[in-house]
């Protein structure tokens, strides 16, 4: 008898045929033996719908009012999902964030959890009931409610899986596995069978869709396996874990892009110390995520510091070092959007010195131009034009065809 | 400073025109210097869009699921009006049932309240907040969320209002209070100033588009003054209390129709000891509300029975009566919901005997029939055909006219 937390999300709940859909494979799960959890999402748009009432209200909604609002909807959903069970005939019973005793800190939109209280979880599965639980949702020590964020459910199902040292969490969606590229841009990309916590957490832009970040890291922090699969056709899917088994290829689990970056650029910065510091402290503070960071020298003994943010973000850092120039001395500040991060990842990278290079070279022969280059022990991402992402993508997962998926 | 309970249906709800309204009214107050706890409903059809959603996923749905499912509808407007409060500069915070300290009893569907912690609600006050409460929703001892039934938000109003000991309860609705008769029957209907709470619960069907009867018994219980007032035309409305001043005149309140009624007549029953007990203990047990009751003489000395039902329970008592006939030896069963109760109520009416006498003679003058008779301190209802009601209605209200509402 095993433990088995299942998260199905907006699209897996979406409507009552997608409701039963989640209940059956629960249903069988559970009448096989096993004690199950159910974690859902609102349905389909209902979040879409009532963000337009919120926005219909006032521009500046209260967080906490948001919270409140928002996390009705998957109250919702888990309320019908245990009616879906009762009609199979398995017993089940619904809770809420609070009920099933998520408290978080007090940052309402992107709460983070602090404790998660089992006991009446624990109490329910004893009962041998089904446990169907509102992802996404919470409360903080002033009993308000409280929600996770983006992705918040995965995170609610992980945490579940962590608290409860269950055999498996399984992320239901609309994709059957994660993939050693999009799929819509490479038609020959495979599905793994499996992936480390760190490679996922370095394919985010292709996990994105299905998993988000702060439930691999939370799941890798706990040691939880995560299997994602389809809702439709939940046989092999990909599971993510802490350690492969090692092989002796050169191994690649994916090539990645992301549209949503942008280059900042500023010009002849003089070369004294302390200047990169000012710079990056600057833009820390207003809670910027700096990745690839490059110097390059400038005219008359000046640099320009170079470095990519994501898109959204690309304004704020605008205005933010055009007023701050003078401080630092720099002749000018350019920002562009019109770029394009592909990366490769795969844990076998480090001890396989030819690996850039044949990017590279699969990068070259397609006449790609490489502004910027970082790389890691199991990554190697380039800034490219954005018009040239998805040759580079296809090109890249070519290159490296027989060493990409395991 | 006074603390002024508001509690706004469905209908004042309904879209964020409609909100703004409430909110705003609650705002004026507000900033006149009182306290104000707002009571808010579902918006307006959210409660039968959720229902058809369960109905779609089950004809059998868990009432437990069920109460998960409806109250939802009363978090989300009660933080959308929060959120309209703080555009409008006020203020504020909204609380769910279980927040706003409502613990019931377990009947999910038609909970009781128990008891109200108002230890939130007061510390909110505190705080110099419009504290803006889920109706209809409380939680029970296993911390399960339970909804009061049919008018429950008119009840959260009252038990908060008299937990709070508030200056007034104020029920915000589409009419702009209590009429003398229905506006659409009688043209010429006149609203109330004033009613106590024993005419109002007599007036139940004139009430019922507006005030729940439970919440009447509340705030009967607890003393605490109704006002039933327009949301939209705020002024004037119907104030139900305790003790109405002194008048000199014989005053009737209202003329009230009900067509939800039904008529059970059982035939030819021995005239023994114990045999009425045997019949009502039966429909008793099946929580059936018996009204008027009448016992006619019926053929060799047996008697007829005669009573009046709910019309939605005329189907379970005719099955009820004509498989336990034998028992109490009685030859037929019928049940007509063909019928209407029309009533006029009003405390000063015990007093001056020629009441009934008038009512009859107006009933006699528009050759409308009667079936049955009942009369209590305040009250006198007849049963006719449900074809003669309306016409009853206005024949009564005419004949009454000069002594009619106050």
Redesign the interface.
Known sequence: MALIVMKFGGTSVRD?KR??NAAGIAARTFNNGDDVVMVVSAQGDTTDM?LE??E???R???L???D??L???E??S???M???L??LGVPA??L?G??AGFQTNRAYGSARIKNLDTE?LAAELDKRRIVVVAGFQGINRY???TTLGRGGSDTSAVAIAAALNADRCQIYTDVDGIYTADPRIVPSAKKLQAISFDEMLELATLGAQVLNNRSVELAKKYGVELEVLSSISPAGGTIVREVLEMNEGMLIQGVAKDTKVAVVTILDVPDVPGVSFKIFSLVGQKRINVDIILQATGREGNKDIIFTVPAADADTVRGLLAENLPRFGGRDVSVTTDVAKVSIVGAGMQSHPGVAARLFEALADENINIRMVSTSEIKISVIIDAADADRAVRAIHDAFMEDVGR
């Open positions: 009552t409701i039963y009532l009432k919120a219909e209200i006032t500046a909604p209260s906490r009012e948001m409140v609002l996390s009705s909807g109250q919702q888990m309320a019908l245990a009616m879906a009762g009609e019973v619904s809420t609070w009920q009446r009993d308000d409610i």
